[in-house]
């Protein structure tokens, strides 16, 4: 699936190994070199190919390796703004990756995607619906208070409760379909909570590492409004000074617990402060990392990749990311509301050209509704591929045709044209997907939408056409990811919460849900492959692919890489002299 690309006749090498979560493989981030190996830590000679052919000869001399040197500011460009910095109101990744710096949960993830204890000491399946958490002792927030179960409790029940945030209106928090079967929390003393759910839960684990504890008594005291301005936890930097749409300046914890034991080193970070920029635009930040102003940046775009590649000062590092990516369409609404314009959509699109012209070949076509590298993605599904012929043909049956030869097919009268719908990060992609279409005789036009709190509401609402957009499946699981794009949407429930084509299939409820709670792996692959299959046949997106993530730092940036669900933790990050 991966191997060698060529893009703008820089030819970049992807090494994909592999990784284990839960016994299943899943891929890991690799970093990208150019045409000979690098050698690391040492005197670096890279011979890197041009459009000329010439090969050019760059000589790096690295700094020594000392171990992990303590002070300095390192400052990342973030790709879009921050939501909040509440961590129980919120799904965006970007968001989580700040709040990861400053808050911890009972459990974290690897970048290379493995479940481990954090501030919990022990976890113990005591039944198959309760989960007993021992917390360590000695762990204090940032202002000082201890943590104990109060605060776990506290932080949970503010989760799973209805309208248990209530600012800057009563709401329920957007985390509670991450951990939906948690029915209540249980003090058993000072340092052991007992989580009840309503039904096993095979992926607790997995999902309880979105979950980040706040200290109860600091909460209280200050409220909701209060606490969103100055925010405290006990992760391993402390929230300064910033704004949501600029930056948010963290620094040091000194007193820091350490984070979790299998990851070390343990103790408070060697970096004195954590700047999170906000910078959109991608030229932007590939300017500020090639200047210094910053020390890492999310989010190369292809075109960008041999610049960076060429830069001495510039680490490129890739893998596939964890945010498979589909043009869905309104089911509900002409003309996707027909099953064979909605099939002949996907002969329609050329993903494989897409994924080379647009992200320079860096990522994968999908087959379908959930990642490739999800632990129950169905093998025998098997991408539509493109076909302009048959798309036409059964346009051609759903009675679209150019009866009047103005290169544009039409029906009873009207032309066939959309709008596709996009948020700035994917606007390439809905472009390239509309110029497809556009070719075919189709009238597929392109609107950006710049804030995402008005167009979501629009879609969920059954009031837009089509969207070119992804979601992210951190957990490798169809939980918390396959019931928010293809289930029925049920208000309240977290289900169908990004359900943007309005598909519903009672069939496809019931399998959902009974793959939510069932602890047998065997039983669960075949609910959800049953449950994929059908998704397959009815169509409700144009599946396209899945990209790779690519992120590029600094070469005095130690210990970073990036991590396949998007967070960047900058616990153990370093600056070398």
């Not at 040492?42 to 459009?51: A, D, L, N, Q």
Request: aromatic share 8%; hydrophobic share 40%; proline share 7%.
């Amino acid at each position: 699936m991966f191997g060698n690309r060529k893009l703008a006749g820089l030819t970049i090498f992807l090494l994909i190994t592999a990784m284990i979560l839960a016994g299943c493989p899943a891929p890991t981030p690799v970093v990208i070199e150019v045409e000979k190996e690098v050698i690391v830590e040492k005197t670096v000679i890279e011979t890197v190919v041009v459009e000329k052919e010439v090969a050019v000869e760059v000589v790096v001399t690295a700094t020594p390796v000392v171990g992990p040197q303590k002070g300095g500011t390192l400052v990342i460009g973030l790709s879009a703004d921050i939501a909040t910095l509440d961590p129980a109101d919120y799904r965006e990744t970007t968001t989580e990756t700040v709040l990861r710096n400053m808050f911890d949960g009972l459990v974290t993830r690897t970048s290379d995607g493995r479940v481990l204890l954090e501030l919990a000491e022990s976890a113990t399946l005591v039944d198959e619906t309760t989960w007993e958490f021992v917390l360590k002792k000695g762990v204090t927030f940032h202002n000082g208070e201890a943590l104990t179960a109060e605060d776990v409790k506290f932080t949970f029940d503010r989760i799973i409760s209805d309208n248990g945030i209530d600012y800057p209106e009563p709401h329920t928090s957007p985390r509670k379909g991450l951990i939906s079967p948690l029915e209540s929390v249980e003090i058993v003393d000072d340092y052991t909570v007992r989580l009840h759910l309503s039904a096993p839960f095979p992926v607790a684990m997995q999902m309880l590492v979105h979950q980040q504890i706040v200290p109860k008594d600091y909460f209280e005291e200050v409220g909701n409004e209060g606490f969103v301005k100055a925010p405290v936890g006990c992760g391993p930097f402390k929230f300064v000074e910033g704004s949501l749409s600029e930056q948010i300046v963290m620094e040091r914890f000194d007193d820091y617990y350490g984070g979790a034991d299998e990851l070390p080193p343990v103790g408070p970070p060697p970096l004195d402060r954590v700047i999170f920029k906000i910078l959109p635009e991608a030229s932007t930040r590939v300017a500020a990392l090639r200047t210094g102003e910053v020390n890492i940046i999310q989010k190369v775009p292809a075109h960008m990749i041999p610049l960076l590649a060429t830069d001495p000062n510039v680490r490129l590092v890739s893998g596939p990311s964890t945010r498979p990516a589909w043009m869905e369409m309104n089911v509900n609404k002409p003309p996707f509301d027909d099953l064979r314009v909605r099939l002949a959509m996907n002969y329609a699109v050329d993903a494989d050209t897409i994924l080379e012209t647009v992200l320079g070949g860096l990522g994968i076509v999908i087959p379908g509704s959930l990642s490739p590298y999800n632990n129950f993605a169905d093998p025998t599904l098997e991408p539509y591929g493109y076909d302009a012929d048959k798309a036409l043909e059964m346009l051609a049956e759903a009675g679209w045709t150019d009866s009047d030869g103005d290169g544009f097919l039409d029906k009873e009268g009207e032309k066939f044209a959309f709008v596709v719908d996009v948020r700035p990060a994917n606007k390439d992609r809905a472009e390239a997907v509309a110029g497809q279409l556009q070719e075919l005789g189709i009238d597929a036009s392109v609107r950006v939408w710049g804030d995402y709190s008005v167009l979501k509401p629009l879609m969920l609402d059954g009031e837009r056409t089509a969207y070119v957009g992804d979601w992210g499946d951190s957990a490798f699981d169809p939980v918390g990811h396959f019931e928010a794009k293809w289930h029925s949407r049920v208000e309240g429930t977290g289900n169908g919460r990004g359900n943007f084509s309005g598909y519903s299939n009672p069939r496809v409820d019931e399998l959902i849900e009974a793959g939510e709670v069932e602890p047998d792996v065997e039983k669960r692959h075949e609910l959800y492959d049953e449950a994929q299959q059908i998704v397959y046949e009815a169509v409700p997106a144009v599946f396209l692919f899945l990209p790779d993530i690519v992120e590029a730092c600094t070469v005095n940036t130690q210990k970073w890489t990036v991590a396949a669900d998007g967070r960047l933790n900058m616990h153990d990050v370093w600056l070398s002299p």
